[in-house]
């Protein structure tokens, strides 16, 4: 057992909304805290709410909200990078027999993440406000067994995810490539606000161009309202 400790926001047992995971009950432990701000960040509230929590703590409220039924389990934020031990709970969390999911920007240093750990990068387009902070370091290493995340807000955030998917062979470095349009996002004390792009129209633009990607959308958005905490 492990005493080690992180800031942890929330821990919940919802379905899986992305990633080629997506659909699959999942063990989900947020962090606390993010340097990034982008323009339709839907969980401004994980940026300074939460507490410290030990790894056996966390472990606990994780397998007895899923009744110790799934071995399915995402690290996310926030930006769980920010928090060095988190790669500890990750091997933490391997060790223990769980599949690891870790959701981060790309704008954290992903070198140190134990190799069994499924790491879904997030490369910020124009349209977040962010995109200069991805690390291209990051890139490089990445391996079939990793997943690229892009989120869409314009025509022009399309045509940056073009131009990196074809300087990069991304869809041949990584197991997948998700491509996503983004939601309405209100602004507040934090973040600007984004308006949000119909999916259809995303779909239509990777059919007309034949690209090697995965289309997906955040299906917790559609089981449950978009505000909902917790899911």
């Known amino acids: ?73 995402e690290v996310t934020g926030g930006e769980p990078l920010l928090q060095k031990n988190v790669h500890k709970l990750m091997t933490y969390l391997c060790d223990l027999g769980k599949t690891v999911l870790l959701e981060t920007s790309g704008a954290c240093d992903i070198a140190p993440c134990d190799p069994r750990v499924v790491r879904i990068m997030d ?40 131009a990196m998917l074809a300087e990069h062979r991304l869809n041949e ?6 491509v996503s349009a983004v939601f309405n996002a209100k602004a507040d004390d934090h973040v600007k606000g984004c308006t949000g792009l119909h999916p259809r129209v995303v779909a239509e633009w990777i059919l007309a161009d034949r690209l090697p990607v995965r289309f997906q959308t955040q299906l917790h958005k559609i089981i449950w309202d978009p505000a909902t905490r917790g899911v």
């Open 1 to 73: 057992m492990s005493r080690d400790s992180l800031l942890i926001h929330e821990v919940f047992y919802s379905i899986q909304g992305e990633s080629t995971y997506a659909g699959l009950p999942c063990v989900f432990v947020r962090l606390r805290g993010c340097h990034l701000r982008c323009n339709y960040c839907d969980t401004t509230y994980a940026f300074h709410e939460g507490g410290r929590r030990t790894f056996d703590e966390i472990v606990a409220e994780g397998e007895r909200l899923s009744g110790g039924a799934c071995d399915l389990w």
């Open 123 to 162: 490369l910020k387009t124009p349209g977040s406000g962010e995109a200069d902070k991805n690390l291209p370091s990051n890139i490089p290493l990445l391996t079939r067994r990793d997943e690229v995340k892009f989120v869409l807000t314009s025509r022009g955030d399309y045509d940056w995810m073009k």
């Open 173 to 178: 470095k990584v197991g997948a490539v998700l």
